[in-house]
């Protein structure tokens, strides 16, 4: 059959696949798997064992992910409660899975003797194998059927329809329910029967849908924004061909429009089909419930119940998948409890795939990049791997995103390690900012650490500690918020600039699903709160009138606090230190004030904004260059040779450099010896005079000195 594209008449009836790799966008076995179902094989494959207790959604394994097989969770005896480990949907291609499930318990006989118990949905896979197989040899022993490559659809149509539901969990996490055979065997006989019977499952059967009865999340939480459009994709299993017919209940059709076709060819027993379902401008807030239905020659086959809050949309949050291509950081993944938290804040949430410009980013409040530039592998059609690439950051969307940092809004991005994640990718973007992720493992994955909120920071109201598990930032500027420390190891940060801002997170662990069922939830949760308050009602504004000067010339600083603030404080920050400029208590309108600069280095100007006895601080950089007439003068003072150096651990040089228009910065300074190691340090004397001092290790003068006499 994988020569001819045909089916022999000695091809496998039913292959059981209880395997599991990642879930992946591009997986070649996928793609077998659907060709192979579509001529009339029946796969049954594992849902994987990755859920985790409910936290890890988007967690369907390949070839579990197939929209063909018949994908198996796992629970307990009797479907009386669901497998803790049972991997949970959406797939990549957001459809509903698993399909079923089945008992992940079984007793296997031990190598050595005796018997042990074994779970997993590899288990629970081997059941609704066997069960595929009873029902599959009744219907051919009773040419229910006619076509062989109907026989896929027709059976899943027979499993789904006859399900027990689990208690307390929901459809992408126990599928319709827990495989009920006699049940089964009672839809097949009716279809037998003669009657012209037509049976309909239509995946999701509700709207929204979970994983839990008792929290929904897609393909959204419970609010939904006026003029804004609900996608999903039907799954239509069916035991007939022909056409079928979507209507919405009345009580629906003054709050949406159907956008999508309102009837959908069946020519096969397996179908897909994009619903789309746009909420009205002018639609009334509040809370509406209502049906979708699916009708064959009037006759109502499926109703799918539907139920929603309509609302004012106050923000907008992109997640960048461009950036950060992983199934996990979809919206229904790994970060579910963040977004759904930023839902019920009014952000209407957005994946973007698409290169990033500032028309794209014009509307937006947040850009998500969540475990930004993580590494990504390519697979051949035969399973071999292709390549593996970071994601592409091209010259036209760095420049979009940090004109958006500075200017617009809030960018957050998380990176864990820079084995997972380009480091060097992300400083692209960063490092503009005084700020950037550095390699110190901090923690593991198993035991994460606790790491401080600075709780004089605004963003840290009711925020103490909060779960790590990655690397540290590193900081070059004075006026960066501090959002989280070990001791003196910086892990998370928020830069302030003229309007927007960047939150750069050394862990993925602050913002994910696992943080919200660990102890520090409520942390996680107040700190995620404080960012979708702060994005939504921040008015305030830092500038100044030119942003390169020569020294000693003023530079005028435009501040706005706006209403969120009871006052703001002016300081620059230069070579020399940091100082107290103004205050500042004028809410809405723009106040001017001017400072002198002092030294050729950058002068950082900061606005440093109270709220309750806490602050945030915005900055701003201008560039201060020398005005390069006369030299510095270099002084001396300290003549040390080589020639005793028998007792000394080193060698010190000190100078003193004085130069009467003011301090130059050390990059300015040129050092130049035949020694390629050496260390040294600065010190601050007065507005005119530095120290300079040099050390070289003895052991290293002694080895350069050999070198250097053998190369004579």
Not at 36 to 56: C, H, L, W
Not at 646 to 669: A, M, Q, R, S, W
Request: net charge neutral; charged share 15%.
């Amino acid at each position: 059959m994988a020569l001819t594209g045909k089916n022999t008449g000695d091809e496998a009836d039913i292959i059981n696949m209880s395997i599991s790799g990642p879930p992946s966008f591009t997986d070649p076995l996928r793609l077998v798997i659907d060709s192979i179902v579509k001529k009339g094989t029946i796969i049954v494959a594992a849902a994987g064992n990755e859920g985790d207790s409910g936290i890890n959604s988007m967690s369907i394994t390949t070839p579990g992910d197939s929209l063909y097989s018949i994908t198996v969770g796992g629970s307990e005896i009797n479907g009386s409660k669901i497998s803790y480990f049972s991997s949970i949907g959406p797939t990549s291609d957001l459809i509903v899975k698993p399909d079923i499930t089945a008992s992940a318990k079984a007793i296997a006989a031990s190598p050595g003797g005796g018997y042990h118990e074994i779970s997993g949905t590899s288990v629970s896979t081997a059941y609704i194998t066997g069960s595929v197989a009873l029902i599959l040899e009744y219907i051919l022993k009773n040419n229910i059927t006619r076509f062989k490559e109907d026989l896929p659809g027709f059976i899943k149509t027979i499993l789904l329809s006859s399900a027990k539901k689990v208690r307390e969990a929901d459809e992408l996490w126990s599928g319709a329910g827990y495989i009920n055979l006699k049940q089964a065997y009672s839809l097949i006989q009716s279809v037998k029967s003669g009657n012209n019977i037509k049976l309909l499952y239509v995946a999701p059967n509700h709207i929204p849908v979970g994983h839990t009865s008792s929290q929904s999340f897609f393909p959204y939480g419970k609010y939904v924004f006026k003029g804004r459009t609900i996608n999903l994709n039907f799954t239509i299993f069916s035991t007939f061909s022909g056409l079928l017919k979507i209507e919405l209940s009345e009580n629906l059709k003054p709050v949406t429009t159907l956008l999508s076709n309102p009837e959908i060819l069946l020519n096969s027993t397996i179908t897909l089909t994009t619903f789309s379902l746009k909420i009205r401008e002018n639609a009334s807030e509040g809370y509406n419930y209502g049906s979708i239905r699916f009708l064959n020659n009037l006759s109502v086959l499926m109703e799918i119940p539907i139920e929603f809050y309509v609302s004012e949309e106050k923000g907008k949050l992109i997640i960048d998948l461009r950036h950060s291509p992983l199934i996990e950081n979809m919206r229904f993944g790994l970060y579910r409890e963040f977004l759904l938290l930023a839902e019920s804040k009014g952000y209407f949430i957005q994946h973007n795939w698409e290169p990033l410009t500032l028309s794209t980013l014009t509307n937006c409040n947040i850009l998500f990049i969540p475990n930004a530039f993580p590494v990504i592998t390519r697979y051949n059609t035969n399973g071999s791997i292709e390549n593996v690439f970071y994601p592409n950051l091209t010259d036209n969307e760095l420049n979009a995103i940090r004109f958006f940092i500075e200017n617009i809004g809030l960018v957050m991005i998380s990176v864990s390690f820079p084995t997972t994640n380009s480091f060097s990718l992300v400083s692209k973007i960063t490092e503009n900012f005084f700020i950037k992720p550095r390699e110190v493992p901090l923690g593991s994955a198993e035991n994460p650490i606790t790491v401080s909120a600075d709780d004089s920071i605004l963003l840290n109201n009711n925020v103490s500690n909060l779960l790590h598990y990655g690397s540290i930032i590193e900081v070059k500027s004075p006026f960066i918020n501090i959002i989280a420390s070990l001791y003196s190891l910086h892990t998370a940060g928020l830069y302030l600039g003229c309007k927007g801002g960047l939150l750069l997170f050394s862990s993925t662990r602050y913002l994910d699903n696992y943080s919200f069922a660990s102890k520090y939830k409520n942390d996680t949760k107040a700190l995620i709160l404080n960012i979708l308050k702060f994005s939504l009602t921040d008015t305030s504004y830092l500038n100044t009138t030119r942003q390169k000067v020569v020294r000693g010339e003023n530079v005028e600083i435009d501040v706005k606090i706006g209403e969120t603030y009871d006052f703001g404080i002016i300081y620059t920050s230069d070579l020399l230190g940091t100082t107290i400029l103004t205050n500042v208590s004028i809410k809405n309108e723009i106040v001017t004030s001017s400072t002198n600069t002092r030294v050729a280095n950058p002068l950082y100007i900061g606005l440093k904004l109270f709220k309750n006895n806490k602050f945030i601080m915005r900055q701003h950089t201008v560039i201060v260059k020398p005005k390069n007439t006369s030299k510095p003068l270099i002084i001396s003072y300290q003549n040390l040779t080589l020639t005793n150096l028998t007792n000394k651990e080193y060698l010190n040089v000190t100078c003193i450099l004085k130069d009467d228009e003011g301090l130059l910065p050390p990059e300015y300074f040129l050092i130049e010896t035949r020694i390629p190691e050496f260390s040294t340090k600065y010190e601050i004397i007065n507005t005119t005079t530095y120290i300079l001092s040099i050390t070289v290790t003895t052991e290293l003068l002694k080895k350069w000195h050999n070198i250097t006499n053998s190369t004579n």
